[in-house]
Structures are given as structure tokens and as C-alpha cells.
Nanobody, 127 residues
Framework: QVQLVESGGGLVQAGGSLRLSCATS????????MGWFRQAPGKERDFVAA????????YYAPSVKGRFTISRDTAKNTVYLQMNSLKPEDTAVYYC????????????????????WGQGTEVTVSS
């Protein structure tokens, strides 16, 4: 079992930055691929980024590549999403998730491949 709690969302001006955090509990944090997803009103939940269990590999959706950075801190059992150069179209509820699916290229991008989910944190980017 693992529990995930996101934080760090809020309102930010276009071009600004936010850092989302996902705190996890449980002994097996380091065994999971961790992903970030986002869901805007009326839209499907979309893949944003993923990081391998050991933190050695990362993968980004084309829409955020070059602007967002995913990282993890095993000592703190926490995964982060640094979001720079934010755009209004980044507005969504952001969710972190954990998957036991093995890392591949591309990594797990389907929400069904992720077992554990946080409650979400809302990000609003104003123009």
C-alpha cells in the first residue's frame, strides 16, 4: 500500500512557475514508477511526465517537454513536478500516481497502468 498527497497548486500568471510535490507513504516508494497526470474540465486525464523507480530516467509529454521537470527524492519519499513557462492551457487538476509497471520507452502513459493516485491539486494559469 502507498498513499499519495499532492500539494503546491494554485493560481499563477502565464510565464510563471510552480512546483508541485507528491508526498508518499509506505516502504516501497523506491520500487514504483511515478507519474504526473492532468485533467481539465470536460477532458480526459492526460499523461504529463514519468520518472523511473531509481530516478535515472524521465519522460515527458510533448506539450510540456522543455518546460516541466520531474524529479524524486527517495530520502523524503517525494516526487516533484517543476513547472516553468506556464501557459493558460496548462490549467488543470494535476494528479500524481504510482505504477509497478516496468520502465520502458515510452514509459507507462495510460492511467490504467497506475495503481495508486493522489487527490489532485488544482493549477490555474491566467493569461
Amino acid at each position: 500500500q502507498v498513499q499519495l498527497v499532492e500539494s503546491g497548486g494554485g493560481l499563477v500568471q502565464a510565464g510563471g512557475s510552480l512546483r508541485l510535490s507528491c508526498a508518499t507513504s509506505g516502504r516501497t516508494f523506491s520500487s514504483y514508477v511515478m507519474g504526473w497526470f492532468r485533467q481539465a474540465p470536460g477532458k480526459e486525464r492526460d499523461f504529463v511526465a514519468a520518472i523511473s523507480a531509481n530516478g535515472g530516467s524521465v519522460y515527458y509529454a510533448p506539450s510540456v517537454k522543455g518546460r516541466f521537470t520531474i524529479s524524486r527524492d527517495t530520502a523524503k519519499n517525494t516526487v516533484y513536478l517543476q513547472m516553468n513557462s506556464l501557459k493558460p492551457e496548462d490549467t488543470a487538476v494535476y494528479y500524481c500516481a504510482a505504477s509497478i509497471t516496468g520502465w520502458d520507452i515510452p514509459p507507462p502513459r495510460n492511467p490504467l497502468q497506475y495503481t495508486y493516485w493522489g487527490q489532485g491539486t488544482e493549477v490555474t494559469v491566467s493569461s
